[in-house]
């Protein structure tokens, strides 16, 4: 039975990668990406297959491999490798769960890694560590200006409460919280996934109880990280954000997939999401 | 006594969205602006002389500069310009009470669907209070009159498919959509889908009743649709606005011969249009563009704390609303959709009518955070949303007219009073059309000098007979090379184009501030 189901998934692995490739192809991408880019699809693929249930589920990886995610080209070849480390990383995360010391040093291990590989990705760091503050939203000459006024002009207010309401922090804070929100748009997930799997991955967020307490932590401090750096960026780009997270898409697509997803409306409206794409 | 205080406190809160509303309505925001002056200018020439500026007879749609008006605001107008004269108080007066009675039937809505009148009353409260909504409804904005027609439609069907017994409410929300459709364009889109659809949603006893509302909302909509197909006035208008015309996709959508690229590129715009219109960083973070862009303290349609209770109240929607909650997300999702069918980016009057269903929702999470939150944790939800509110205000009379004078063409008015007081003095008064920064913008000056100063709505019916002249009025764009200054004569400028400064024969008497206290025009007379 483990063999016929091994060759299964070896099937369903190579047609994986066919749909990966081409579609890096059709984006015209330079060899080595493309080999990275399916390399990286193919490796979170056995990482999460477990999550698949039935097994003969396994099948929706063949239309996951479509997203846009999988054929983005970073531009800067080294972020591939920092990707990789995080891959192994998470992997001997998984299988270190029985032993708690030493999975609590590689949980925290994870977190800095893919932090640095997150700031790396979307250009906030230059190799090895110096910080790009022109991308950051922090200091902009301009919002010093309009706190200094706020605080002089806001007469309406007492003396020390324009202090209070107006200063760096909440200046910084708010449009932090602005660039978050005005991330997680719809546009900039189907973009990233395909109209098709923005149900996938939101019902497999919703869901997220029933993953395994391991990939369950790394789903969400992912997705806080990435929404961390996101607040960061001045004007954050809609793919570069999501594509250090693009293992935890997979993930969340997988689990979402488990909860009884009908394949026709599936297929259809996957159809209809690589129309928008054409366009 | 506990009664007695919960009264009290529901009077008290009444009071004070109606008094918010209506403080300082003439003067925040600070002028009248483009669309404004027409509205209340056409409505001031309806009352007069039963035809509007371009000396059409009662027309059903209002020829503007660069666009068509829908009617009804203007007719509604005429009383209250009657009334209270020609201020911008009278302009803005159809609103404010369209606004008043959203919320008052949103709350009635509510209480209709949930049978909770502490859910209505909440509902009602985040409407008044929500800053998208606060904003629209003190400005002469047709579509903030139309978003009233709508709730009250929906309001009244869902009376009458409870009941099903007197048929004047289902005929009454027959007409307040037919009046929805005749108040804003985007309305003809709108309105039509949600009378076929509510029927679908709440099924009548009775088919003929069906059949009935259908047929006479159409009937009363029968002339707007004639002039749709007309391609004039109304049509044109709402024509030019839809994506399919704007000229990359329509030229674009000319050169493809394949069905499918057409669509996709349709479908993927529609698509991006709805998804802006339901980011939640622009509904709570930046949608208002109350203050320049580069200001770190924007503001959104609603208040940015209240930004998770939507999230709940989508989520706990059916526990409230049992089988409405459908309806409610339909028409949420109608009202989007038609919008994304625009072009540009979302923009708050396309969008007032979807402002209850949100609002519904916002009220529900705070019901559902509020009934297992702690005592200390509602104080601070209160807290938090009650110190943004203030905030807003604050922000909203104090900074936004200081920010936003040059957009509100501030200066016309204070220009129309003073040369109103001199009229007698001078043979001719020569006013620059243009204004803002290197004279960025034409303005429409030749409204509202006569509306401020009363002149007779016949003058600027004949205007074009008089190549543009209006009594002693002239409006040009002034260039000061080849201009012939002669005696008794003023010249209205704006700051951009001041004339020579050697030339003696030209004394400055008056210059026009804008509120942040650049000024804006100089008023020079001729020795």
């Known amino acids: 039975m483990k063999k016929k189901f091994n060759f299964y998934f070896l099937k369903i692995l190579f047609f994986s990668a066919l749909v990966c490739l081409s579609s890096n192809l059709i984006k015209h991408n330079p060899p080595l990406i493309i080999i990275a880019n399916t390399g990286l699809f193919l490796a979170y693929s056995c990482l999460f297959k477990g999550v698949i249930k039935p097994l003969t589920s396994l099948a929706i990886l063949v239309f996951l491999a479509l997203m846009p995610i999988f054929a983005y080209n970073y531009l800067y070849f080294p972020c591939y490798l920092a990707e990789a480390v995080f891959l192994i990383l998470v992997s001997i995360l998984i299988r270190s769960a029985k032993k708690p010391l030493l999975y609590l040093f590689l949980f925290l291990l994870v977190i800095f890694a893919y932090l640095y590989f997150n700031l790396f990705a979307n250009h906030l760091l230059r190799w090895p560590a110096k910080l790009e503050t022109e991308s950051l939203i922090y200091p902009q000459h301009q919002y010093q200006l309009e706190i200094d006024r706020q605080q002089k002009e806001s007469l309406s207010l007492p003396y020390q409460l324009r202090f209070l309401i107006f200063n760096e922090k909440t200046a910084y804070g708010y449009v932090f919280l602005s660039n978050v929100f005005s991330f997680l748009s719809l546009e900039n997930l189907y973009r990233t996934v395909l109209l098709g799997n923005v149900f996938l991955v939101l019902l497999g967020f919703y869901h997220l109880k029933k993953l395994e307490p391991v990939l369950r932590s790394l789903a969400i401090i992912t997705f806080f990280i990435c929404l961390l750096v996101v607040g960061l960026i001045k004007t954050p780009d809609s793919m570069r954000p999501f594509s250090s997270a693009r293992g935890m898409l997979l993930l969340l697509a997988l689990n979402g997939f488990n909860q009884k997803i009908n394949w026709k409306i599936y297929l259809s409206v996957l159809g209809l999401s690589l129309l928008v794409n054409i366009a | 006594m506990k009664k007695i205080l919960i009264l009290f406190s529901l009077i008290l809160l009444t009071a004070s969205v109606i008094y918010i509303r ?59 310009i009657k009334i209270f004269g020609n201020t911008e108080f009278s302009a803005r007066f159809v609103s404010v009470l369209a606004g008043l009675l959203t919320i008052a039937v949103t709350g009635l809505l509510v209480y209709e669907i949930s049978g909770q009148k502490s859910l209505g009353f909440l509902t009602a409260l985040v409407l008044a209070f929500c800053p998208g909504h606060f904003y629209a409804s003190r400005i002469a904005w047709e579509s903030n009159l139309a978003a009233f027609w709508v709730v009250l439609g929906i309001y009244l069907y869902l009376l009458f498919a409870k009941t099903q017994k007197s048929l004047i409410l289902l005929t009454l929300s027959g007409l307040a959509f037919a009046l929805s459709a005749y108040s804003y364009h985007l309305q003809k889109m709108l309105s039509p889908l949600l009378v076929f659809f509510l029927p679908l949603f709440f099924p009548l006893k009775n088919r003929r009743q069906k059949y009935f509302f259908w047929a006479f909302t159409f009937l009363l909509v029968l002339p707007l649709a004639l002039d749709l197909l007309n391609q004039s006035g109304t049509g044109s208008r709402a024509n030019t606005q839809m994506i399919w015309n704007i000229p990359t996709i329509h030229d674009y959508l000319a050169s493809r011969h394949s069905i ?22 622009y509904l709570f973070f930046t949608g208002l563009a109350l203050v320049p862009q580069k200001t770190p303290f924007q503001f959104g349609w609603f208040l940015a704390p209240s930004l998770p209770f939507l999230l709940t109240g989508a989520i706990s929607g059916k526990k409230y609303l049992g089988k409405y909650h459908r309806f409610l997300f339909s028409w949420l999702a109608l009202g989007l959709l038609t919008s994304s069918l625009t072009r540009g980016e979302p923009n708050l009057g396309r969008n007032l009518p979807n402002l209850a269903p949100y609002s519904i929702l916002i009220a529900i999470g705070f019901m559902e955070v509020s009934k297992n939150a702690r005592s200390w944790l509602k104080i601070a939800i209160i807290g938090f949303n009650g110190f943004f509110l203030v905030y807003f205000l604050s922000f909203y009379f104090v900074h936004f007219p200081k920010y936003s004078g040059e957009n509100w063409q501030y200066g016309y008015k204070q220009i129309a009073l003073f040369t109103k007081s001199v009229y007698q003095n001078y043979d001719r008064i020569i ?84 509120p942040n206290s650049k000024p804006a025009f100089r008023i020079f007379e001729t020795i």
């Open chain 2, 431 to 514: 006013i620059d059309s243009r204004f803002g920064p290197n004279n960025r913008y034409v303005g429409i000056p030749h409204l509202y000098l006569p509306y401020f100063s009363d002149v007779d709505p016949r003058i600027i019916q004949k205007r074009p007979e008089n190549n543009g002249e209006i009594g002693k009025y002239s409006i040009k764009e002034i260039n000061w090379e080849k201009e012939a200054i002669k005696p008794n004569r003023l010249y209205v400028v704006p700051e951009a184009n001041l004339p020579f400064l050697e030339d003696k024969s030209l004394k400055l008497v008056r210059t026009i501030y804008l």
């Open chain 2, 260 to 281: 499918v690229l057409k669509f996709s590129l349709l479908f993927s715009t529609v698509l991006s249009n709805f998804s802006a219109h339901i980011n939640l960083g």
């Open chain 2, 22 to 80: 209506l403080y300082c309505l003439e003067k925040v925001p600070v002028h009248l602006g483009n669309d404004e002056i027409s509205i209340a200018w056409d409505a001031y020439s309806i009352g007069k002389t039963l035809r509007d500026e371009h000396n059409h007879y009662l027309p059903l749609s209002f020829q503007s500069h660069g666009d068509y008006k829908a009617p009804l605001y203007i007719y509604l107008s005429v009383l209250p």
